[in-house]
């Protein structure tokens, strides 16, 4: 089955201790992106990739890291959390790092609190 | 740049009644525009979209949108809801380039449906 894998879904974790998020896919994808929501702000775009060892910042990148050393795996990293990086996290991939295929496919989220 | 516009974060309508989600968009290129739906505690999937081409587009679930480039519009519209309808639904502008498949999203209208 096609799909966008996170992990952890859900996760409680205290100021500066660092941790990742895995986001894996099995679409042999090119492009995958981190995004995080928020209530009232919608989708805001933090890091994406447009092949392997190709990153770049989105809209809101501070306090986060990425790498993309395969093209199936693409982890968040959070060297050290703030409370207000509790967010819901989405993963995404697409076929071609272009605007024309359109269609991103999104893991099932993962809710990270920060305390 | 690109910014996208949900009129409205909550919605209500009966069962039956037409459904009619707002959604203006600003774009200084020609946009590629999406709808996206995200049930609870899932992620986004994609309803429809418009690239080039017709100005109406028809998506999944009886879904349909029109581009309306003089009104800088894509309004999403279903003729009869249905309690399955009840979701967050996503508008979002991708620039017509090759390069990026960053998508911005609107802010988010909640939909519920009164029996």
């Known amino acids: 089955e096609a799909q966008v894998t996170q992990n952890p879904r859900y996760l409680i974790t205290v100021t500066g201790k660092k941790l990742t998020v895995t986001c894996s896919q099995n679409?042999?994808?090119?492009?995958m992106s981190w995004y995080r929501q928020d209530p009232g702000l919608g989708l805001r775009q933090i890091y994406y990739s447009m092949n392997v060892e190709v990153t770049d910042k989105g809209d809101v990148p501070e306090g986060y890291k990425v790498s993309r050393k395969e093209k199936r795996n693409f982890p968040l990293i959070l060297e050290s959390p703030s409370p207000n990086q509790t967010s819901l996290y989405f993963c995404?991939?697409?076929?071609?790092?272009?605007?024309?295929?359109?269609?991103?496919?999104f893991g099932e989220g993962s809710r990270l609190t920060v305390l | 740049a690109q910014s996208v516009t949900q009129l409205g974060s909550h919605v209500s309508v009966s069962e039956g009644a037409l459904v009619l989600l707002r959604c203006n968009y600003s774009s200084s290129v020609p946009p590629y525009l999406f709808w996206y739906v995200q049930y609870p505690n899932q992620g986004l999937q994609l309803l429809l979209k418009y690239t080039t081409g017709a100005t109406l587009v028809k998506g999944i679930n009886g879904f349909e949108a029109e581009f309306k480039k003089s009104e800088t519009s894509f309004h999403l519209t279903k003729p009869s809801a249905h309690m399955s309808d009840a979701a967050e639904y996503f508008c979002a502008v991708s620039a017509a380039n090759f390069g990026n498949e960053k998508l911005t999203f609107g802010t988010g209208t909640r939909l519920t449906i009164i029996p």
């Open positions: 995404a991939s697409s076929l071609f790092a272009s605007s024309i295929s359109g269609e991103l496919f």
């Open positions: 679409m042999n994808h090119e492009y």
